[in-house]
């Protein structure tokens, strides 16, 4: 890698929120900043149809430590793999951009270097509204039925994994299973999950992308995963 050394990038994925993402990217300076570390914003605007990629490229200008990585194709885990791939810290955080209070990461990581090596993740409580209640207790359900594995709210981000660990994953999921398909590979190498409790999240703008359609592609989608993966061999990795 050339340039300076990065510790710490956080991937930040985001679609048509042209009306907060300036603030939403600002806002990470200051909690960041009180790591110590040198850190960089990997953000990665991707098939957006209003001026979101505009405002990041003007964050960036004024702030060298934001990196513009914009796509034309959506999908979640293609946004997070592209941002993992030009990302140059040891340690490697992705987060939802729209969702994440960007007090959590200094307090992650310091979970993830207690732990370490493992990937740390961020446990929501609550999700405010009971069908998402409902639907994520069903998406844990069926990743502890075919997986194996006990960690609670798979798709909860932060997270946190080091360099060596994410090379070694060689993550592929295009889509919303990316976050399962971590969860599972990692299990299965031994590498701890451990998870920070926070109360939920306030939703900074934009509209959830979440909705019962996409919620049968993932339950669904975790079934077709396992034929990939196979079935979980025996109790593998540990969880916290």
Partial sequence: MSGPRID???ILPCRNQEDHIGPVLRAYAGPLD???LRYELVVVPNACVDRTAAVVRE???ADPRVV???IPLGGWGRSVLEGLAVAKGDFLCYTNSARTDPHDIPRLLELFQAHAPCVA??????RGVVLREVGSWLYNLE???LYGFGARDVNGTPKILGRETYERLLLSSRDDLLD???MVKASRLGLPIVE???PGFKRRGGRSSTNLRSAWRMYSGAVKLRRVLGPFPGSGGKDA
Avoid: H, I, M, Y
Wanted: net charge positive; proline share 0%; glycine share 8%.
């Fill in 8 to 10: 710490l990038s956080v």
């Fill in 34 to 36: 009180t790591t110590g």
């Fill in 59 to 61: 964050v960036a200008a």
């Fill in 68 to 70: 513009v990585v914009e």
């Fill in 121 to 126: 993740k961020v446990r929501r409580e609550q």
């Fill in 143 to 145: 990743g502890r039925l």
């Fill in 180 to 182: 399962l398909e971590l």
């Fill in 196 to 198: 920070l409790a926070v």
